[in-house]
C-alpha cells in the first residue's frame, strides 16, 4: 500500500472543501495519505466535525518549535550532506529565478527541510501537491535532495499567467506525473514542455459525491432564489451578476440572490448593492461550512457563477448534482463541464446584458431550468464522478509512487 504525503496549504480550508473529498476518496480506495500544511487552518469552527477531526491529523510545518527545527536541520544534512548541498544551490539559484526573493527561497528551504525530516519518520513513498503554487517548491527542493518522487494537481488559470515567477516548467520536468484537471489544463501546460514530456501529463477531473449532491425535494419559494457561491473576488465576477440583476429587476422581475463566501471585494459588492438599489434582493452570507451552503443549495432554483477565470469549479458540479440550473461563462474548462443549452446556459465573460438575458430565460420558463437541470446532473454522473475519477488518481500513485 503506497504512502502518499499530500502537500497543499492551508489544509483543510473551508474554500477547498474538494481536497479533503480527494484525501478521502483516496483513503477509501486503499491508499495511505498523510496531508501536509505550511499554515494552519482558520475557521475551523464552521467546517463539518469531519474536517475538524481532519485537521487535527494534518502535519503543519510552522507548528514546529525552534529546538525541534534545528535538530531537523542536522538530522537532515547528516543523512545526505550530498543532497543538502544540492537543495541549497537550487535554493540560491531562486533568489535569481522563481519568486526572485531571499526571504522567500530560505523560508522554502526551512519548510522543506521540516518536510523531509518529517517523511524519512513517515516512511513516505511519494509526495503529491495541489495547484503547483509555492508549497510545489518544497516538492521540488526535496526532489534535489534524494531525488524524492513528486506529482502536482494543476488547476490553473492563476499558474498559467506566473509561469516563470512560479518556476512552473522546472516544476513539471522534475515531477514523476502531472495531474490536470481539464483539456484545457493540459493543452496550456503542454505549451510549456517538449512533446516528448507530454506523455506525463494526465487528466482526472475532480468530481462530487452523487449520493451526498443529489436531487432532494425543493422548498417552495415564494420569490425565485437564486445562489452564488465563490471566493469574493474580482475573478468571480460577482459585480458584473449584480449588474445583470438590476437589469432583471428593472424588467420587472421578482427574486432573492445569495452570495455565500468572503474575500477582499466584499465591501465593494455591499457598496454596489446599495447603489443599485439591490439591498432587499441581495444578501452576502459570509464564508460557511460545508452543511450551512448544503442548506442554500437545497433553497437554490437557480445558481449563477459569471467568472473570468477558473479551472472548473467544483461548485458547478455540487449544484448540478443536485439537479439546480446552472448558468456559467464560456471560459477555460467551464465548457467541458457545461454544455451549453444541454447541461446549462454559457455566456460570454463580461457580457451583462447576455448574462441578463439567460437568467430571465430561467426564471420565465420553467420547463427550460428542469431539463437543464436533469441533463446537469447525468453530466456529473457520467464525467465528474468522484469515486470514478479519484480511483483513477490512484491508479496514478501506484504506477508512479516509487520514492526513488
Known sequence: MKRVAYLANPYPAISHTFIFREI????????????????????????????????????????????????????????????????????????????????????????????????????????????????????????????????????????????????LTEKIKRARFVRCISHYCRSQLWRLVPVDMWKKFHIVHCGVDTEVFRPLERVENAVPEILCVGRLTSAKGQHILLDAFHIVKEQGHKFRLTFVGDGEDRQSLENKVNELNLSEEVRLTGALGQERVMDHYRRADLFVLPSFAEGVPVVLMEAMAQEIPVISTRITGIPELIEHEKTGLLVTPGNVGELAEAIIRVLEDSSLGEKLGTEGRKAVLSEFNQSENYQYLHCLFEKYGDIK
Do not use: C
Not at 477509501?28 to 475557521?43: A, M, T, Y
Not at 530560505?106 to 511519494?126: P, R, S
Not at 488547476?155 to 509561469?163: C, I, K, L, T
Open 24 to 167: 478521502q476518496s483516496l483513503r477509501i480506495s486503499g491508499l495511505e495519505v498523510f496531508p501536509v500544511s505550511i499554515d494552519r487552518s482558520k475557521d475551523l469552527k464552521k467546517m463539518t466535525p469531519e474536517e475538524q477531526n481532519e485537521a487535527e491529523g494534518v502535519k503543519v510545518l510552522k507548528d514546529v518549535k525552534f529546538l525541534e527545527a534545528m535538530l531537523a536541520v542536522f538530522r537532515v544534512f547528516i543523512r545526505s550532506p550530498i543532497g543538502f548541498a544540492r537543495m541549497l544551490h537550487l535554493t540560491i539559484n531562486l533568489i535569481w529565478h522563481g519568486p526572485k526573493s531571499a526571504v522567500k527561497a530560505f523560508g522554502y528551504l526551512a519548510e522543506t527541510i521540516l518536510f523531509l525530516d518529517w517523511i524519512e519518520e513517515k516512511d513516505i513513498d511519494h509526495i503529491h501537491e495541489h495547484f503547483a503554487n509555492p508549497t510545489a517548491f518544497i516538492a521540488m527542493l526535496a526532489n534535489r535532495y534524494k531525488n524524492w518522487g513528486y506529482s502536482i494537481s494543476v488547476h490553473g488559470p492563476d499558474v498559467f499567467y506566473q509561469v516563470d515567477e512560479s518556476m
